[in-house]
């Protein structure tokens, strides 16, 4: 009772001295509650209005050349805005941005002239293809009527029809995926802080040096920093999953392409929450370990700014719709993103879920071990 006393003690100072930091506290509240919710619905908010523009926005297409009847009636029928005039008037005008795109014509080569940097750069040149791909078909169609052959039977030879089975919307799914690389960054940069300040920190205020006069163990010490590191990062993760949940609700009332999105289960916000701890547990301890071994509070910033990157790259695996599996359960980081994702999205497996917990919880283990050694060094401590 005595130990587990002193650690919280321990635990109630680090956590006192976490809300007089300003930085991590702003990390911590701030940054989950407004920032990247606000930064994930600006995104998701830009994308979709490009994506359900207006054809309005990107139809107005030069021609540096005469345009025939077939042609005409392909640009009719797309409700293409035809602007015509010579390459060099067209060029200006598209420098100017009079015009989204333009195309030329030399010995039956059609050339397309647009834009990447353009928002609406890529609708235009769909477009264009598909102006050209209608009067191509016009011109064949022509041609083999003149030779008393009926173009839909050539054309037509085999239909194609496509079926999407995945069950929601791949641009959907992309987005879902950047949700808890989110949430799992703020946690990593609120436990550098954290961790930073509870180190590093005190060894430069000289406070560890008294801490160390009162009759506590090592693992003492370090139990109540991992605690409160812990604490700090699991109030950053749900906050940040609770905010960047509410963002999802509300696109998914407003936006077509979120429409249909499911609420979480019961068992899913438990299982969230579960994962939330462990990742809170393991990017703590690794977030201690680093910062200890630094001689000085700014080596310990250097140290540990590695962490937040590799913090994102998980993100790209789900965004590109990669699914977790036995092997992927088994990797840190990339086993907690992949893992929420199914959370989100409803689709759980139970066996992976456990593989995930156990995984972590062995990670947080080995490294807690070695965090208690350094601890015991004189070296690490008056470094």
Same mark, same amino acid.
């Given at each position: 009772?005595?130990?587990?006393?002193?650690?919280?003690?321990?635990?109630?100072?680090?956590?006192?001295?976490?809300?007089?930091?300003?930085?991590?506290?702003?990390?911590?509240?701030?940054?989950?509650?407004?920032?990247?919710?606000?930064?994930?619905?600006?995104?998701?908010?830009?994308?979709?209005?490009?994506?359900?523009?207006?054809?309005?926005?990107?139809?107005?297409?030069?021609?540096?050349?005469?345009?025939?009847?077939?042609?005409?009636?392909?640009?009719?029928?797309?409700?293409?805005?035809?602007?015509?005039?010579?390459?060099?008037?067209?060029?200006?005008?598209?420098?100017?941005?009079?015009?989204?795109?333009?195309?030329?014509?030399?010995?039956?080569?059609?050339?397309?002239?647009?834009?990447?940097?353009?928002?609406?750069?890529?609708?235009?040149?769909?477009?264009?293809?598909?102006?050209?791909?209608?009067?191509?078909?016009?011109?064949?169609?022509?041609?083999?009527?003149?030779?008393?052959?009926?173009?839909?039977?050539?054309?037509?030879?085999?239909?194609?029809?496509?079926?999407?089975?995945?069950?929601?919307?791949?641009?959907?799914?992309?987005?879902?995926?950047?949700?808890?690389?989110?949430?799992?960054?703020?946690?990593?940069?609120?436990?550098?802080?954290?961790?930073?300040?509870?180190?590093?920190?005190?060894?430069?205020?000289? +406070?560890?040096?008294?801490?160390?006069?009162?009759?506590?163990?090592?693992?003492?010490?370090?139990?109540?920093?991992?605690?409160?590191?812990?604490?700090?990062?699991?109030?950053?993760?749900?906050?940040?999953?609770?905010?960047?949940?509410?963002?999802?609700?509300?696109?998914?009332?407003?936006?077509?392409?979120?429409?249909?999105?499911?609420?979480?289960?019961?068992?899913?916000?438990?299982?969230?929450?579960?994962?939330?701890?462990?990742?809170?547990?393991?990017?703590?301890?690794?977030?201690?370990?680093?910062?200890?071994?630094?001689?000085?509070?700014?080596?310990?910033?250097?140290?540990?700014?590695?962490?937040?990157?590799?913090?994102?790259?998980?993100?790209?695996?789900?965004?590109?719709?990669?699914?977790?599996?036995? +092997?992927?359960?088994?990797?840190?980081?990339?086993?907690?993103?992949?893992?929420?994702?199914?959370?989100?999205?409803?689709?759980?497996?139970?066996?992976?879920?456990?593989?995930?917990?156990?995984?972590?919880?062995?990670?947080?283990?080995?490294?807690?071990?070695?965090?208690?050694?350094?601890?015991?060094?004189?070296?690490?401590?008056?470094?």
């Amino acid at each position: 009772m005595k130990t587990k006393g002193m650690i919280f003690e321990i635990v109630k100072k680090e956590i006192r001295d976490v809300i007089r930091d300003k930085k991590t506290l702003l990390m911590m509240i701030v940054v989950p509650l407004i920032l990247y919710p606000l930064m994930f619905g600006f995104i998701i908010t830009l994308e979709d209005s490009m994506m359900n523009a207006d054809e309005s926005e990107y139809n107005k297409i030069g021609f540096a050349f005469e345009t025939d009847k077939a042609l005409d009636t392909v640009i009719e029928e797309l409700e293409i805005k035809k602007i015509t005039g010579t390459e060099n008037e067209l060029k200006e005008k598209f420098d100017n941005q009079e015009i989204d795109a333009y195309i030329t014509l030399n010995d039956k080569k059609f050339t397309i002239y647009y834009s990447e940097g353009n928002a609406y750069g890529q609708a235009t040149l769909q477009m264009a293809y598909e102006m050209i791909e209608g009067y191509k078909k016009a011109i064949q169609s022509q041609m083999l009527t003149a030779e008393g052959l009926i173009p839909d039977e050539i054309f037509n030879v085999y239909t194609v029809e496509t079926k999407d089975v995945s069950g929601k919307d791949a641009y959907t799914q992309m987005m879902l995926g950047m949700v808890p690389s989110f949430i799992l960054m703020t946690a990593t940069l609120t436990a550098i802080f954290a961790a930073i300040d509870m180190t590093a920190g005190e060894k430069e205020r000289g +406070t560890l040096e008294t801490l160390l006069t009162f009759p506590l163990k090592n693992g003492d010490i370090i139990g109540g920093k991992f605690i409160a590191t812990t604490i700090c990062t699991v109030i950053s993760s749900v906050i940040g999953f609770l905010s960047m949940y509410g963002v999802l609700l509300y696109l998914s009332k407003n936006l077509e392409s979120f429409k249909g999105m499911e609420l979480l289960s019961i068992q899913n916000i438990l299982f969230a929450l579960i994962m939330f701890i462990v990742f809170g547990m393991l990017i703590s301890a690794i977030a201690i370990i680093i910062a200890s071994k630094a001689k000085s509070f700014k080596e310990a910033q250097n140290s540990t700014q590695p962490l937040a990157f590799i913090s994102i790259i998980p993100m790209f695996l789900s965004m590109m719709g990669t699914k977790l599996d036995s +092997t992927l359960a088994l990797i840190p980081f990339v086993n907690v993103n992949l893992l929420l994702s199914d959370i989100i999205s409803n689709t759980v497996n139970m066996q992976y879920f456990i593989i995930t917990i156990v995984a972590n919880i062995v990670f947080v283990f080995i490294i807690m071990k070695a965090v208690i050694k350094l601890f015991k060094s004189d070296k690490i401590l008056f470094s």
